[in-house]
């Protein structure tokens, strides 16, 4: 039962300590990148929220499996909330450090901007995975 | 392990080419304020890797041979880095490798008063009489050094080694994700740049009229000489 719980509050749980980590990693990036550009400061700023979706899905994903906490509704539950949060951790962390990289390379060359935020959409289409499916499979959970 | 983005980004850019950089992008002064975001150990650490990489433009100094070797293994010692022992060893190799060739063209000398550092430095004594060392093939930019040096092209075999030198610690920056390495990387091309443009001819010969002007104002040898000319005239 235990589980259970940790499987409904995961994904929020766990998408938002990887929110945490991925917006604080590409945000020092974009401070020092303030420091060595003269324009272009909104963008820097911008790109270092990418990582904070994941939190979002994650509560989304959260209110998909609240449901009433059983002994057969709890190991599904669990699965589910778990591996996805986990999904939504890993991947606002190292979508944050493609931004970082995405913001050192656009200081250098701001013609490669759009380019250089490639890798960060891909990793962001992994957690869309993650979130999609946990979402797709919750309706199979006993309620 | 710290990793250092606010640092790298903050950091201004440095062409893929040396001789592409005509002036530095940032003051010493400035770039040292930056680097006060380091950690203690890596400061620490920085400043041995600078000691090492870069004690040749300053050294003048009659202290052996010998003594500087010890010194510098001492130092080679407390660069934990596996990736940026390398770049130091390298500049160290390529300095060796330089030395024993001026070295061997003096009269008299003999392979075993030599001293060195790093991995061919034995194989440097062992083939002393042979024209690379019999080392060309192990050392791929030793050819060129060889015969820039035969030609006695000493600016160009400068420019040469720099460049080798820059190209590697680029690999190693690009390589390294926002870690110590790609800070102390760039700390050190920026280091060659500096030394590159102090030692530009036509610099040296503004600050050789800047600095001869200062001296003839200051010791009054201007006024002796224009008394001179008035007592002549």
Same mark, same amino acid.
């Given at each position: 039962?235990?589980?259970?719980?940790?499987?409904?509050?995961?994904?929020?749980?766990?998408?938002?300590i990887?929110s945490?980590i991925?917006?604080?990693?590409a945000?020092q990036a974009?401070?020092?990148a303030?420091l060595?550009?003269?324009?272009?400061?909104?963008?820097?700023?911008?790109?270092?929220a990418?990582?904070?979706?994941?939190? +979002?899905? =994650?509560?989304?994903?959260?209110? $998909?499996?609240?449901? *009433?906490?059983t002994p057969e509704? @709890?190991?599904g539950? #669990?699965?589910?909330?778990?591996?996805c949060?986990?999904?939504l951790?890993?991947?606002a962390?190292?979508?944050?450090?493609?931004?970082?990289?995405?913001?050192?390379?656009s200081?250098?060359?701001?013609? +490669?901007? =759009?380019?250089?935020l490639?890798p $960060?959409?891909i990793? *962001?289409?992994?957690?869309?995975f @993650?979130f999609?499916f #946990?979402l797709?499979?919750?309706a199979?959970?006993p309620a | 392990m710290?990793?250092y983005y606010?640092l790298?980004?903050?950091l201004?850019?440095?062409?893929e080419k040396?001789?592409?950089?005509?002036?530095?992008?940032i003051?010493?002064?400035?770039l040292?304020?930056?680097?006060?975001?380091?950690?203690?150990?890596?400061?620490?650490?920085l400043q041995?890797?600078?000691a090492?990489y870069?004690?040749?433009?300053s050294?003048?100094?009659?202290?052996?041979?010998?003594d500087?070797?010890?010194e510098w293994?001492?130092?080679c010692?407390?660069?934990?880095?596996a990736?940026?022992?390398?770049c130091?060893?390298?500049?160290?190799?390529?300095?060796?490798?330089?030395?024993?060739?001026?070295?061997?063209q003096?009269?008299?000398?003999?392979?075993e008063?030599?001293?060195?550092?790093?991995?061919?430095t034995q194989?440097?004594?062992?083939h002393?009489?042979?024209?690379?060392?019999?080392?060309?093939?192990?050392?791929?930019?030793l050819?060129?050094?060889?015969?820039?040096?035969q030609?006695?092209l000493?600016?160009?075999?400068q420019?040469?080694?720099?460049d080798?030198?820059?190209q590697?610690?680029?690999?190693v920056?690009r390589?390294?994700h926002f870690?110590?390495?790609t800070?102390?990387?760039f700390v050190?091309?920026?280091?060659?740049?500096?030394?590159?443009?102090?030692?530009?001819?036509?610099?040296?010969?503004?600050?050789?009229?800047?600095?001869?002007?200062?001296?003839m104002?200051?010791?009054?040898?201007?006024?002796?000489l224009?008394?001179?000319f008035?007592?002549?005239?």
């Amino acid at each position: 039962m235990a589980l259970g719980w940790a499987g409904l509050y995961g994904p929020m749980a766990l998408g938002a300590i990887g929110s945490m980590i991925g917006c604080s990693l590409a945000g020092q990036a974009a401070a020092g990148a303030l420091l060595e550009t003269e324009t272009g400061h909104g963008r820097y700023i911008g790109i270092s929220a990418m990582p904070s979706s994941q939190s +979002i899905y =994650g509560i989304v994903v959260m209110f $998909a499996l609240n449901r *009433e906490m059983t002994p057969e509704s @709890a190991p599904g539950l #669990a699965a589910i909330g778990l591996l996805c949060g986990l999904a939504l951790m890993f991947s606002a962390i190292y979508q944050g450090r493609s931004c970082a990289s995405a913001i050192n390379v656009s200081k250098i060359r701001p013609e +490669i901007f =759009g380019m250089s935020l490639a890798p $960060a959409a891909i990793v *962001e289409g992994f957690a869309v995975f @993650a979130f999609i499916f #946990a979402l797709v499979l919750s309706a199979g959970v006993p309620a | 392990m710290s990793a250092y983005y606010t640092l790298v980004t903050s950091l201004p850019w440095l062409p893929e080419k040396m001789q592409r950089c005509r002036d530095l992008p940032i003051s010493r002064i400035a770039l040292d304020r930056r680097l006060s975001l380091l950690a203690d150990e890596d400061k620490q650490r920085l400043q041995w890797a600078e000691a090492l990489y870069h004690r040749f433009a300053s050294r003048i100094s009659l202290q052996p041979d010998q003594d500087w070797v010890k010194e510098w293994q001492t130092l080679c010692l407390k660069i934990d880095s596996a990736p940026l022992h390398e770049c130091i060893l390298l500049r160290l190799e390529m300095q060796t490798l330089l030395a024993a060739l001026r070295y061997r063209q003096r009269d008299r000398t003999q392979a075993e008063h030599f001293r060195g550092i790093g991995r061919w430095t034995q194989r440097i004594q062992q083939h002393w009489q042979e024209p690379l060392f019999g080392l060309e093939g192990a050392i791929p930019y030793l050819e060129e050094m060889g015969k820039l040096f035969q030609q006695g092209l000493s600016g160009d075999l400068q420019t040469f080694m720099d460049d080798y030198l820059w190209q590697d610690l680029l690999r190693v920056e690009r390589s390294e994700h926002f870690t110590f390495e790609t800070v102390a990387c760039f700390v050190l091309r920026f280091g060659l740049a500096e030394q590159r443009l102090q030692s530009d001819a036509d610099a040296a010969l503004t600050y050789f009229a800047t600095l001869s002007d200062d001296l003839m104002q200051h010791s009054g040898i201007e006024r002796q000489l224009e008394q001179m000319f008035e007592d002549f005239s």
